[in-house]
């Protein structure tokens, strides 16, 4: 009798654990109100219950017990490896963003595959520890179904009546627990992972006849996952001093922000001045900045010489025809002669000061007046380092939450590396200018986080460290008037957006006014600050997102930003926040605007703007109007 007791101990203590263990994870990863938002997860919770108990009953022999073992302890891996950078369990829709950009995803897969598959050995170790424990007290009920065959009888029924209980009463699988979530992630693997794409002929400009009788010479550097807050100019944590030197009396737009903590959205956003929010086809035939220098004509039909120079891979466009409208294409592929084979080549090649070379050597054979952009990459995770001048030690390019000052030195050595290689272009470019007007024009695709709102890199959030971005103009020779200068000082300490980019570049190249822009003018969401502004005057509410129809985000955020305010949730956020712009973020400066929310005009109005653009919130919820 003391016997059986002990048993049936032994196989409660290992038994129960295994059977709950996706319920506890799920309650952990979602919080402690999980049931009180969405009360159907007891519904999933019964599921997960089920099915694991029945995967008890069936691994019967070592075989069956180490296979199972091992499919418990992978999806724990990934699951939990997956939440802690990115806070949301892997899903249908991660998978479907990790297969669109497999490129990118791919070297980071490979160099987290050892740790990963030391985390699952030893976790399959306990998995089986807890499967032999519970065979050695089984209920006698269940040790009587002998024959395999049986108990497949039973797991095939009881399979088929979970399935209809949770498809009638519970959450769909891409929101139930984490192993029925990648479960049903693995669909995406059936799906095409590569959009159609837009040919060139949608974005084809007629002749534009600018008001200028010399067009500028322009020159848009465009760098990656640089954050405001750490591009500091002067003082003894500076980063970016050399180009400060270079750009005397340029202005700083110390206010910019990015609409998008992913390269591909940021990158559509900057060049079309076009909101991303929208359908993809909209989105794909906009004009932009190349399209528009491509059909920019002075007097004389002179036309700009259109170039293109970038330490990235040219799949970074969503359409592969952007060098239809370049005289010089020149990504990695071409002037490196290869692409970048790993993201390790990021911290290891100095490929934004060779890709400075390239464009010294050549800007000279460049016929003017020019537009030229310059398309930076050292700055992208894990980060170059110039060991032989790096100011800020000791650095390290370990991804980890306890070495994450190590990594934030590196990132910032990285930051002052690529500021002299900018320096160097940019006095380059102004020397082949020579007399003739220049615009120089500088922002970075998004920020990047290290540590804060538990997040690292870019991605997760729309939240200040990631979209808050420098921004500066520098100018000579005439290419501003003496009324454009003064109205881009004045606009200059506004709130701005990387969709006033390309509006103030086309009104600089004396376009912005021109009937044949009418159509294309009226979808840009942004203004150029070449212009004054009101002061009374406000500018409609900016959708800003990471999900788009051409980029399928691995979680939903997005919302709206307002001259001072901006309206942002994510996923996991029961409904919005309002924050004012402005300052460090921090979660006493954050406040959840529910429905009935009120008390502050702006953030009432851009609740109410977000109903428009926004059906959904990112949690999947509707997002309804205060009855």
Known sequence: MNLRKHRTRAWAFAAIPFVLQFVLLDLALRGPNALLVEPRLVVNFVETIALWALVLGLATSRKRRAIFAVLAAVVLAVQISIFRYYHTPVDVQVVTSALHAWRDVKPVVVRALPAFVATTTALAVLEYGLLAASHRGFPQWFSSLSSLSSRCRLASWSLAALVLLTGFFGLPPRHATPDVRLAHALTALERGTEPAVASASAVALPPLLSERAVLPNVLFILTESVRAQDYLTAGAEATA?????????????????????????????????????????????????????????????????????????????????????VDRFAPVEVWRGKDIADDAEYATEPLDADLVEHFVAHVGELARPSVVMLHLASTHAPYYVDERNAPFRPFGHVVTWSRMPELHNAYRDAIFAQDKAVARAVRAFVEHAG????????????????????AIHHGQNLFDEQVHVPGWIAFGNGALTGEQAQALRDNAARFVTHLDVLPTVVDALGLWDNFGLAPSRSAMRGRSLLRPLAPAEARAPIPVTNCTGMFPCPLNTWGLYDDDHKLVARVFDGDWFCIALGGHEERSGERIVGPNESSDPACRRLRDASRTTFPLLPNGRPNRSPP
């Not at 120089?440 to 804060?452: I, L, N, Q, Y």
């Open 435 to 454: 007399d003739a007007p220049w615009m120089v024009v500088f922002t970075s695709d998004h920020g990047e986080a290290f540590g804060e709102h538990g």
């Open 241 to 325: 001093s050399e180009t400060a030197a270079a750009t005397p009396g340029r202005i700083d737009l110390p206010q910019m922000r990015a609409i998008s903590s992913y390269t591909a959205v940021s990158l559509s956003a900057v060049l079309t001045g076009v909101s991303q929010e929208g359908p993809r086809d909209a989105v794909l035939h906009a004009p932009n900045l190349f399209d528009v220098a491509h059909a920019a004509r002075a007097r004389g039909d002179v036309r700009p010489t259109v170039a293109y120079y970038s330490a990235q891979s040219e799949t970074v466009f969503e359409t592969k025809d952007v060098r239809a409208a």
